[in-house]
């Protein structure tokens, strides 16, 4: 194969549009190009993320946050360098692309605010991959974060897809943002005759006695009030793994319950006073 002829054919001139010279090596580009660097930068983005991971302790949230802005830039130069193969004028095209966004801007708002919000949670990380979150009384594990969206995964195993934007503005509680550690109350009520000090003993002993129960943070027992059926105790406690929290006070309910039936302290029933009166007969 004579490879001059195949550039002379590539570089022949098609026809001539408003000044640009289309060639089969340009339509080739034009066809071929977008597709080749979006390829080209999820290999770059693969590749990245591999070696991000073989980092020492190599962190989830960094290595996203890398790993998802290294990915656009190469989108940026792969395209930037495809425009400058297709002999485009960048000059002209920033002039027709500012025309065109103002009449699209209306309609991209969404996607540009979702976008900028991407960033920042990639970021300045208040919430990262691995994290559980309650959002609006649901609770679940952040399993992905783009630049348009935010995937968490609810303890029912369904995934709940949010907006950037609603995660940034809404109110989303990060139960891992200080550490893994969580703390809770466990509150009883007891009889007026049950001793005081034997009751904080059956608590404590519960929480001391538990293998998830941190032993940094010591529990405590506080006396809460006087009601009309005994006296109220809660038991302060804190975990070291925040998915365990509710399985854990589960079974200081039930280690404690069965501590105090086994004393004897049946739980009061208030107390309610029925009266009547009846007025004077006038006969």
């Known amino acids: 194969m004579d490879l001059t002829a195949v550039r002379e054919w590539l570089s022949q001139e098609l026809f001539d549009a408003l000044g640009y010279k289309l060639t089969p090596l340009r339509l080739i580009l034009i ?38 802005v290294g990915y656009y830039i190469s989108i940026l130069i792969g395209y930037s360098i495809l425009l400058g193969l297709l002999g485009l004028n960048l000059t ?9 966004g103002v009449g699209v801007g209306l309609g991209l708002q969404d996607l540009a605010k979702n976008f900028i919000g991407g960033l920042i949670l990639i970021f300045t990380r208040p919430i990262k991959p691995g994290d559980r979150v309650e959002v609006e009384g ?83 027992v506080r006396m809460n009030a006087f009601t009309d059926s005994g006296i109220e105790f809660s038991l302060w406690v804190t975990v070291t793994d925040v998915r365990s929290w509710v399985r854990v006070k589960s079974e200081l309910n039930n280690t404690i319950l069965s501590e105090f039936r086994t004393r004897g302290w049946a739980f009061g029933i208030p107390l309610r006073r029925v009266t009547s009166s009846q007025a004077d007969d006038p006969t």
Request: aromatic share 8%.
């Open 138 to 220: 649901r609770v679940g594990d952040v399993r992905r974060i783009s630049t348009y969206s935010t995937m968490i995964q609810l303890l029912d195993g369904s995934m709940l897809v949010l907006p950037n934007s609603m995660v940034l503005n809404g109110d989303v509680v990060n139960w891992n943002f200080q550490g893994a550690w969580k703390s809770f109350d466990v509150t009883f009520r007891v009889p007026f005759e049950a001793p005081d000090s034997e009751v904080e003993a059956v608590m404590l002993a519960a929480a001391t006695h538990h293998p998830e129960v941190s032993p940094d943070l010591e529990p405590a």
């Open 31 to 68: 066809v071929v190009g977008p597709f080749a660097v979006l390829a080209l930068c999820r290999m770059f983005k693969r590749l990245l993320r591999r070696l991000m991971n073989r980092a020492p302790d190599a962190d989830a949230g960094v290595t996203n946050a890398v790993v998802t």
């Open 92 to 100: 002209s095209l920033a002039v027709f692309s500012g025309a065109l």
